[in-house]
């Protein structure tokens, strides 16, 4: 179907998605680069065995790439077996939307938008399975950066303030460079120490 809308309407694609422009130059159908042939699969080792009272479970990421394969060899199956029967396609059986909500699960199905936002699709259940991201592994841990990386002293009016630990050094906190130039004036900062009188002494 998008092969045949690429074959209309080419130059209204080109506008609308610069990403079809940019792979004309070397697919057929640009369209194509929409459907997924090849998943990436993380490595083993980043997703252990986890052990709840004595017994191993298997990862919850490792579980939806199971479930991925055999909902493909079992979609495959019957394709293969409605071809020789010369059934209809159309009659096809929840397992291909079994494993397209297994793979949306397996490639994080909450993506943002241009604006930041996060969008939650409305045609998924809430008892799908997901697998855990970064994003929300990240989610609602800031006390862990206050606890490993930030100590804690009190004012003189008796409040509890965050401030940097002093047994850390210089050199052992780290931030990135997307950080630091979206969140200070990097810049700004750089050329003004470098212009100070004691730049000799300061370590930047």
């Known amino acids: 179907m998008f092969r045949c809308l690429w074959m209309q309407e080419a130059s209204m694609l080109r506008i609308l998605m610069p990403c079809v422009h ?22 083993s080792f980043c997703r252990w065995p986890r052990f709840v009272g004595g017994y191993a479970y298997e ?7 199971s479930r991925i394969i055999k909902r493909a ?21 929840v397992k291909a939307s079994q494993l397209r909500a297994a793979s949306k699960a397996a490639l994080d199905d909450v993506t ?4 930041g936002h996060r969008i939650q699709p409305t045609n998924v259940p809430m008892t799908a399975e997901r697998a855990f991201t970064a994003l929300h592994r990240l989610e609602k841990k800031q006390g862990l950066f206050r606890m ?25 906190v780290c ?30």
């Open 22 to 43: 940019a792979a004309s130059t070397k697919m057929r159908y640009p369209t194509d680069i929409f459907f997924m042939e090849v998943m990436p699969v993380s490595p």
């Open 112 to 115: 943002p938008d241009a604006i």
């Open 148 to 172: 490993h990386m930030m100590g804690k002293r009190v004012n003189y009016a008796c409040r509890s303030v965050i401030s940097p630990d002093p047994n850390l050094r210089v050199h052992e």
């Open 175 to 204: 931030f990135s460079l997307v950080i630091l130039s979206a969140f200070c004036a990097f810049q700004f900062g750089r050329t003004f120490l470098l212009r100070s009188p004691n730049r000799n002494r300061l370590l930047f």
């Open 59 to 65: 990862h919850p990421t490792t579980a939806i790439f």
């Open 73 to 93: 060899i079992a979609l495959r199956q019957i394709v293969d077996y409605m071809e020789e029967m010369n059934l209809s396609r159309n009659a096809l059986p």
